[in-house]
């Protein structure tokens, strides 16, 4: 399976993932798998970094500001997963005015704090029951929404700091009140279109 | 064959009426002087209907379909369609995983909800807006929330609670943090504005061309034969503008860019005001008063309003100086007088007598401190925190004096809560009699927001969990 990349953002991807994605010198097709796993990296690099050295360290350790969902209001920090959703809201935006970069991404939970981002689709909901079931393993399929085929990718979205657990069992709104660090919280899901 | 003949001349006359009533209908639609009343399905809704007749407002091009509106919506309602202001941005349901959803409900596009032709159908508030759109989504919002059980789905926007595009003013931790607040709070005073304070941070104020500087009487430039100490020049040295090295030429004979001087203009108009205060400027264009400036239009005549106006203003048209007065620019007058000269209708009536006209009185009297008191604009064209660019806020008067105002409950954070408690603001702005009356009184209904929050509140402080450190986080 495999989708024909535009040069512009093959190039890109190809600068930030060298000879990892790029199936051969000069080639311009990369797999669909490659670029979501690609993408992947890169979201969960930035987010890890974020919750890390901002939110983990101002908040845990240096317990200098608080980080909340309304950041605005309590001139706070925003959320690590509200940063990551920020990012998918303008990718949304970017690609609708560039339809050849044209992918989306969520973040979602099987046990979600707010319940729109429980798993929606079937491929969600087997993806999500998948990586909760099978630590450090990804999900891909393919499913059809709308008149559009696309492929998915679901990859586990883990724990990686107290802040992360301590937060979710603490919100009057999550279902779930025992995660410990290292769990499997929820997946991010990737789509990318792909032709039937 | 008589018979034969008169089919024939039959259909020569039909098809002569065909193309010439094609050819009328072609010509009038494409046409740019012609009438196109003809093509109305319907006569506008309440929002729109200063802009009858001006079919290419929305309809940009003839034979456009519906991207051609949508593209006409997002031009004026854009800049508030998008996050943080929008909690339905088209984005999210671009998103795949939402196809079911657009399938039900289309809403990608405003004209899904917004039927603009049909004011038969429209709320009180001018705006067309189906009863039962929250439940396309969210029907089952009664398992998510007990607390929702049994509440009809034309109770969503009730007392501020929910709006589709602005869903961020009353979430549960807000009303929690609110609860128990008294009607009016200790520290009832507004912001006061940072136009002049930012002035070297505004990338595009014309301060190379007009230094800032404190300009005397005698400084007027004015040479066309007005004597300066006449009443127009002792208005202006009494002005933020003669206080910031705006002289007459800034305005009558605006420098262009590369420094060529125009010739003297007796009577500038949004334009130039516009050199400096663009923000405001377009802020204006996008309320009520200004829209027909965005579109194209002469500026609205006040006896074109649909509100109950006064009959001695009719002739009146609205600009930038109908309301702020040329040369004097007194911004006093424009929060009050301005708005009464015109208006006519209970609410307007009834300021004189209210407790806010009694406070504005006090701080232009001077017995109560700058922000203390409550003018038309204080409500209407709240002073808010204004992204000028992505990296520079300043608190600002919104000259968009619609935005706020529909539903009303919008204003419960711009402005109620900057004097009063939250349930108190709920409870007075659904009170339409109070509203009427100008708030002379107290609210004689009560909205349960605020019992649903207090229940919630009860509901966490029991559940609360064993983690200790939640303090940090603002839930």
Aim: charged residues 20%.
């Amino acid at each position: 399976m495999s989708i024909r990349m535009k040069s512009s953002i093959g190039l890109a991807v190809c600068m930030c993932m060298g000879v990892a994605i790029a199936a051969e010198p000069g080639s311009e097709t990369v797999s669909v798998k490659a670029m979501a796993d690609a993408l992947h990296m890169v979201m969960d690099s930035d987010r890890t970094v974020y919750t890390k050295k901002i939110v983990n360290r101002l908040v845990k350790k240096d317990k200098v500001i608080k980080a909340s969902e309304h950041f605005e209001d309590d001139q706070a920090l925003a959320l690590p997963a509200q940063m990551f959703r920020f990012g998918a809201e303008m990718v949304a935006e970017r690609s609708a005015d560039n339809p050849e970069v044209n992918f989306s991404y969520s973040l979602q939970s099987l046990w979600p704090v707010n319940k729109q981002n429980a798993p929606q689709t079937d491929a969600e909901k087997e993806g999500l029951k998948f990586i909760a079931e099978h630590k450090g393993k990804n999900f891909y399929t393919t499913e059809k929404l709308g008149k559009q085929e696309y492929f998915t990718a679901i990859y586990p979205d883990i724990g990686v700091a107290p802040v992360c657990v301590s937060c979710h069992n603490a919100h009057p709104d999550s279902p779930k009140t025992d995660f410990k660090l290292g769990d499997v919280m929820g997946g991010v899901v990737i789509r990318i279109p792909v032709e039937s | 064959m008589a018979d034969g003949r008169l089919q024939q001349t039959l259909w020569i006359v039909w098809l002569l009426a065909t193309v010439g009533l094609a050819a009328w209908l072609g010509n009038t639609m494409l046409s740019e002087k012609a009438d196109k009343g003809v093509f109305m399905p319907g006569p506008l809704t309440p929002g729109h209907h200063q802009l009858q007749l001006a079919c290419e407002a929305c309809h940009s091009e003839p034979l456009g379909g519906g991207e051609v509106l949508q593209e006409a919506c997002i031009n004026c309602h854009g800049a508030t369609r998008k996050k943080p202001f929008d909690s339905h941005p088209v984005s999210k349901f671009r998103d795949p995983r939402n196809a079911d959803r657009l399938e039900n409900i289309d809403a990608l596009h405003c004209v899904t909800c917004h039927t603009e032709h049909r004011p038969e159908i429209a709320r009180h508030n001018g705006v067309t807006q189906p009863r039962d759109l929250c439940a396309h989504c969210h029907g089952d919002i009664a398992a998510e929330r007990p607390s929702h059980r049994g509440m009809a789905f034309t109770t969503c926007a009730a007392g501020g609670c929910h709006n589709f595009h602005d869903n961020r003013s009353l979430y549960t931790k807000f009303l929690i943090k609110h609860l128990d607040e008294s009607a009016l709070l200790d520290t009832a005073v507004i912001p006061q504005r940072e136009f002049a304070q930012l002035l070297d941070q505004l990338e595009d104020y014309p301060a190379g061309q007009y230094p800032v500087q404190v300009l005397a009487l005698q400084d007027a430039d004015a040479d066309r034969g007005v004597a300066a100490g006449q009443q127009v020049h002792v208005d202006w040295a009494a002005t933020a503008h003669a206080q910031s090295g705006v002289n007459c030429s800034a305005c009558h004979q605006p420098q262009a860019p590369d420094g060529t001087q125009p010739a003297w203009s007796e009577h500038p108009d949004e334009q130039v005001c516009s050199r400096c205060h663009h923000l405001e400027a377009e802020r204006f264009t996008r309320g009520k008063h200004g829209m027909r400036l965005a579109a194209g239009l002469p500026a609205l005549q006040v006896s074109d309003a649909r509100l109950p106006m006064r009959a001695d203003a009719g002739h009146q048209t609205l600009g930038c100086n109908s309301c702020h007065g040329a040369h004097r620019y007194d911004v006093r007058r424009a929060a009050t007088e301005a708005c009464t000269a015109c208006h006519n209708d209970p609410h307007t009536l009834a300021y004189e007598g209210s407790p806010h006209a009694d406070l504005w009185r006090q701080e232009l009297s001077g017995d109560l401190p700058a922000g203390s008191g409550v003018s038309c604009a204080t409500c209407h064209m709240p002073r808010i925190e204004f992204d000028v660019t992505d990296w520079l806020t300043r608190v600002m008067v919104d000259h968009n004096q619609s935005a706020n105002l529909s539903p009303n409950s919008k204003m419960i954070r711009s402005v109620c809560l900057q004097c009063h408690g939250l349930e108190f603001s709920i409870d007075a702005l659904a009170d339409r009699q109070l509203v009427d009356n100008n708030f002379s009184g107290s609210p004689a209904l009560h909205v349960s927001t605020m019992d649903l929050a207090a229940a919630e509140k009860e509901r966490r402080d029991s559940e609360a969990g064993e983690d200790g450190d939640t303090s940090m986080f603002g839930f």
